[in-house]
C-alpha cells in the first residue's frame, strides 16, 4: 500500500506545481549576441571597434543572470525546508533588498520587501523567504505582480493563517527617463487572511516595517 501524504503537504505540492515558472529558451546565445550588436549598429555605434567587442556576450552573459528566476524552482528552491512546527505567531522577515528588471523598459528596480506569515502548523526556512523574493524579483517585472507573487507562493506553499508582503522600490524607468523623478518610491502591498480580514494585525505588521531595527 503507498503512504498518503497529509493533505496540506499534498496541497503544498499542488502549489509548488501551480507556480512552477521554468522556462527553456526559445533562441540560442549566438542569436542573442547577434540581437545586441545589431542594436549597437541602430544606435549609432560600431560594434566592431575595440571597446565593444565583448559587449554582445557581456550583455547576454548579464541579461541572463538578471533574468535567472525564470530557470528556478520553488521545488529546488525550497529544497525541503518546510517544517511542521505547532506556532501561531507571526513571523517577519523585513528589509530583504531587491533588485529586479522592468519589463517595459529592461531597467532596474532597487528597492526591498518586508514578508510575514502566521504558522497554521507549518513554518518555513528563514532564508527561503528570501530566496523566493529573489526568485520572483530575478524576472521582468512590474512590481504589482512581484509583491502578489510572492504572496501567493507563501500562501501555497505553507496554507497559513495569513500573509503580508510589502514592496517599496525605487523604478529607474521614472529616474533615468521620462518623468525623471529621483525621490520618487513606489509602495506595494499584498494581504491574505488575518492581515486582510483583522485590522489589528495588519496594524502590528504595520507597526513592525516601520521600526528602525537597532543593529543598523
Not at 520587501?113 to 524576472?139: D, T
Not at 500573509?163 to 521620462?178: K, P, S, Y
Request: with cysteine; proline share 4%; net charge neutral.
Amino acid at each position: 500500500m503507498t503512504a498518503q501524504l497529509p493533505s496540506r503537504d499534498l496541497a503544498a505540492d499542488q502549489a509548488i506545481a501551480a507556480l512552477a515558472t521554468q522556462s527553456q529558451p526559445r533562441v540560442s546565445d549566438a542569436e542573442m549576441r547577434q540581437a545586441v550588436r545589431t542594436l549597437l549598429i541602430g544606435l549609432g555605434e560600431d560594434p566592431d571597434r575595440e571597446g565593444l567587442l565583448d559587449t554582445p556576450k557581456r550583455v547576454v552573459k548579464a541579461l541572463k543572470f538578471l533574468t535567472s528566476g525564470y530557470n528556478q524552482s520553488l521545488d529546488e528552491l525550497l529544497n525541503g525546508a518546510v517544517f511542521h512546527e505547532d506556532t501561531n505567531e507571526m513571523v517577519l522577515v523585513r528589509d530583504i533588498d531587491l533588485f529586479s528588471s522592468c519589463e517595459h523598459h529592461i531597467l532596474p528596480i532597487l528597492g526591498r520587501a518586508h514578508v510575514a506569515y502566521i504558522p497554521n502548523g507549518k513554518v518555513i526556512g528563514l532564508s527561503k523567504v528570501a530566496r523566493i523574493c529573489e526568485m520572483y524579483a530575478r524576472r521582468l517585472q512590474v512590481q504589482e505582480r512581484l509583491t502578489a507573487q510572492i504572496a501567493d507562493a507563501l500562501q501555497g506553499l505553507l496554507q497559513p493563517q495569513g500573509v503580508a508582503v510589502v514592496v517599496e522600490a525605487t523604478h529607474m524607468c521614472m529616474v533615468m527617463r521620462g518623468v525623471q523623478k529621483s525621490g520618487s518610491w513606489t509602495v506595494t502591498s499584498a494581504m491574505k487572511g488575518a492581515f486582510a480580514d483583522d485590522a489589528r494585525t495588519r496594524q502590528e505588521f504595520m507597526s513592525l516595517i516601520r521600526h528602525s531595527p537597532g543593529f543598523h
